[in-house]
């Protein structure tokens, strides 16, 4: 059975960083997808970043020149570093992988808090 498990999340003041982490364990296969995904009290889940075959990236607006996705899609492990934060980027972030970029089939981390104090 696969299992995503993140770390890396806390409390951190306004304008400091944080490194999210997150390895899939008892996958046979490669994802060629994994991404982080946030959700704020009474918002809906939203995309921050996403990493396809270890080296494209793409990330939300809001985010874009602060934090910095990256990872070893051979390892099927995902970083988040995440710099300069605001109080907006409190919020559950879970870690996302998926066997094929657009596969219907994906698998989600249990999230891990991160809040930021202004």
């Known amino acids: 059975q696969v299992q995503l498990v993140e770390s890396g999340g806390g409390l951190v003041q306004a304008g400091g960083s944080l490194r999210l982490s997150c390895a899939a364990r008892?996958?046979?296969?490669?994802?060629?997808?994994m991404g982080w995904y946030r959700q704020a009290p009474g918002k809906q889940r939203e995309l921050v970043a996403i990493?396809?075959?270890?080296?494209?990236?793409n990330y939300a607006d809001s985010v874009k020149g602060r934090f910095t996705i990256s990872g070893d899609n051979y390892k099927n492990t995902v970083y988040l570093q995440m710099n300069s934060l605001k109080s907006e980027d409190t919020a559950v972030y879970y870690c996302?992988?998926?066997?094929?970029?657009?596969?219907?089939?994906?698998?989600w981390g249990q999230g891990t808090q991160v809040t930021v104090s202004s």
């Open positions: 996302n992988a998926r066997p094929y970029v657009y596969s219907s089939l994906e698998y």
């Open positions: 008892g996958s046979t296969f490669r994802f060629s997808a």
């Open positions: 990493i396809t075959n270890g080296a494209s990236t």
